[in-house]
């Protein structure tokens, strides 16, 4: 089964449409994808379709019956409508020819998608085909009427060979044929790489990019070829969402690392670029996830389709030009504070107003909210009154394993939109390896009220992580005798994996959990020890200010609160003073099981885990240690007998 992007074909597309879409999904092999009505670069050709074993070929459906034909030739088209009567268009093989010129041109200039050298330097390495499909035509017609003579038979499919109900129809020969119109250019030696069919992707869909180091165009025998190195790019998944989400209320659920945030951000813009006079809002809970938030869409909004339109000298700025277009970005308080200027407890009092309306607020074209678990009913009750009732398009995204808020949930009470229906999950962890996400997952299983997974409702769903299999380190786990030890261990661990592993100092990070309890300033130990290593640092939660400050690329280790690394990820974590978890004086266990849920799969890589003291969490982790000691020594033993 190919996999088709969107998921389903719009109400509004042609019953030719339709049925091609539905052969295609049903009978071609699972590693194919198919674009209905892509658009690329400014066009919006009716199939894009990519296979790892044939490479790429373009598709235009016509649903022209005998009576719409007048008069054909090689390059146009007079067809007779009921509307518009006697019209003269590009031929449809012509139009897919042009399209398929189109996307080559995209790709031929990447140097990772070209032959290096040789009889075809500088030519794909994959082949691009092009056709077109007549669905209200025969294979008898092609000669009766004269088609062969306008249309290659091999580059044109009829409805005998896309309609599963028709006597002559064969799956076999359907798959034949749609590898053979791709392959007309010449044949696919060997199959495209995933990475390269990311790379496709990556130059076809400016929405689907996520990061590549970039390396400035050089000339290659007369030709400007572009280097990239790390590409990433969604997978089909959360490409699927961001552009099937449609205009309308709708809800994401997704475990941590799962690419929530990149999907939001993604549906702003694209958004933007459907409806450029829409006014768009971004709302978040904490400050240093906007930050984020706000870098990423700035991003995506700046960055032009084709790579090779960058400034990538220093006085243009590189990747990152000034600005989000329509779309704002804020987190809840500020919003309230310097947009809507009004206080949160004047919230109730301003409601009541809206509702009878005698007071009037900014409103908005689509309101985007991450890390919805954490936001109370009312600011939902007071978001919705604000969304234009024209779109309703309200896009909610949430974790509830990350949830450090007792509420109940009701979003159709807080927002007065029906989600049912309108929900998708995703419960891939990308962002962290394997040995991470099961040591993370096991140990809120075990502190929180979940056992095993919740059935699949609306209401009061955790979803439990699938890994991507990425290998790594097992999380580390250090007792101390004392803070002091802690801040020391963690201090000369972040030298030793920025001089020996080559991390930046930006990319890791120092989690606590209070900054003083019982006499110790744990923040001041903690910049001491950085300081004896030569090590720059930035306490993000010092204050607002600084929170508002943070540069996320600055050269320096961060230092901050779990609740306010929501949303963030670095390579490298040390969440320390373990046991001053759970708080002593937090009466809600699920939030301090939920917070160092949260502060464990920040990591993507390296995460340690250290404490000093004794509480009902570290005794779990003592036990882990023991049993991991147990193991090892069990090992050693086997070894030498």
């Known amino acids: 089964m190919a996999y088709m992007i969107p998921e389903t074909i719009r109400s509004s597309a042609t019953a030719g ?39 790429l070929l373009v598709l235009e459906v016509k649903d022209y019956t005998k009576g719409t034909l007048h008069e054909l030739n090689a390059d146009e088209w007079t067809i007779i409508t009921s509307q518009e009567g006697r019209k003269v268009i590009p031929s449809p093989m012509l139009q897919s020819r042009k399209y398929m010129f189109l996307i080559m041109d995209a790709l031929k200039r990447d140097a990772s998608l070209v032959h290096p050298e040789g009889k075809y330097e500088n030519r794909l390495k994959f082949p691009c085909g092009h056709g077109t499909v007549l669905t209200r035509m025969h294979l008898d017609d092609m000669h ?48 495209l790489t995933p990475n390269e069919v990311d790379a496709i992707r990556y130059h076809l869909f400016p929405e689907v990019r996520i990061s590549a180091e970039f390396r400035e165009p050089v000339v290659h025998q007369d030709q400007m070829l572009l280097s990239l190195k790390g590409l990433k790019a969604m997978d089909l998944h959360q490409e699927n969402l961001a552009k099937q989400l449609g205009d309308k209320n709708r809800l994401i659920r997704g475990v941590a690392g799962s690419g929530k945030t990149l999907i939001l951000a993604s549906r702003a813009k694209l958004l933007m670029k459907k409806h ?52 704002a970005v804020r987190n809840f308080h500020a919003w309230l504070r310097f947009d809507l200027k009004i206080k949160e407890d004047q919230i109730p009092y301003f409601i009541g107003k809206l509702d009878g309306g005698e007071a009037i607020l900014p409103g908005y074209d689509a309101i985007l909210i991450d890390e ?21 398009s309200l896009l909610l995204v949430e974790d509830r394993a990350q949830s450090i808020y007792k509420r109940k949930r009701s979003y159709i009470q807080d927002t007065g939109l029906d989600f049912r229906g309108r929900s998708k999950v995703l419960n891939i962890n990308y962002r962290n390896t394997e040995q991470i996400v099961s040591f993370a997952w096991d140990f809120y299983r075990a502190h929180s009220n979940v056992h095993g997974v919740v059935d699949k409702q609306l209401e009061g769903e955790i979803i439990a992580p699938l890994s991507t299999s990425r290998k790594g380190y097992a999380p580390g786990l250090i007792r101390a005798k004392d803070f002091r030890q802690e801040a020391t261990f963690v201090a000369r661990q972040i030298r030793l994996l920025h001089t020996q592993r080559g991390i930046p100092l930006s990319g890791m990070l120092i989690l606590y959990r209070v ?5 110790n300033d744990y923040v001041d130990e903690l910049k001491k020890a950085l300081q004896k290593e030569n090590l720059p640092y930035y306490w993000l939660t010092e204050s607002a200010g600084t929170k508002r400050a943070y540069d996320r690329n600055a050269e320096a280790v961060t230092i901050s609160t779990i609740d306010s690394s929501k949303g963030l990820d670095f390579r490298a974590v040390f969440a320390v003073n373990i046991d001053n978890m759970p708080l002593p004086l937090e009466d809600d266990p699920e939030r301090e099981a939920s917070l160092l849920y949260i502060a464990m799969t920040r990591a993507q890589e390296y995460l340690c885990l250290t404490y000093s003291g004794h509480s009902a969490y570290t005794e779990y982790f003592d036990a882990i240690r023991e049993s991991k000691q147990q193991r090892k020594i069990k090992s050693e033993k086997n070894a030498t007998s």
């Open 17 to 55: 449409e339709r049925l091609l879409f539905r052969t295609m999904k049903t009978v071609l092999p699972d590693d194919v994808i198919v674009y209905y009505e892509p658009e690329i670069r400014g066009r919006r050709p009716d199939f894009v379709l990519i296979g790892r074993d044939f490479g």
């Open 144 to 191: 009766r009427l004269g088609l062969d003579r306008v249309l290659e038979p091999g580059q044109t499919l009829m409805r005998d060979e896309i309609d599963p109900d028709h006597p002559n129809f064969s799956e076999e020969l359907f798959v034949e044929k749609i590898y053979a119109m791709a392959e007309m250019m010449f044949p696919l030696r060997d199959p």
């Open 372 to 392: 919805g678990q954490d936001f109370e009913p009312e600011w939902f009750a007071l978001v919705s009154r604000l969304l234009n009732p024209e779109t309703k």
């Open 515 to 519: 900054r003083k309890w019982g006499g």
């Open 276 to 327: 450029p006079d829409w006014k768009i809002l971004i709302l978040c809970y904490n400050i240093s996830l906007s930050r984020t938030i706000e870098a990423m869409v700035q991003r995506m909004v700046n960055e032009p389709e084709s790579l090779f339109d960058f400034d990538f000298s220093e006085e243009g700025g590189g990747l990152m030009p000034p600005g989000t277009g329509n779309i």
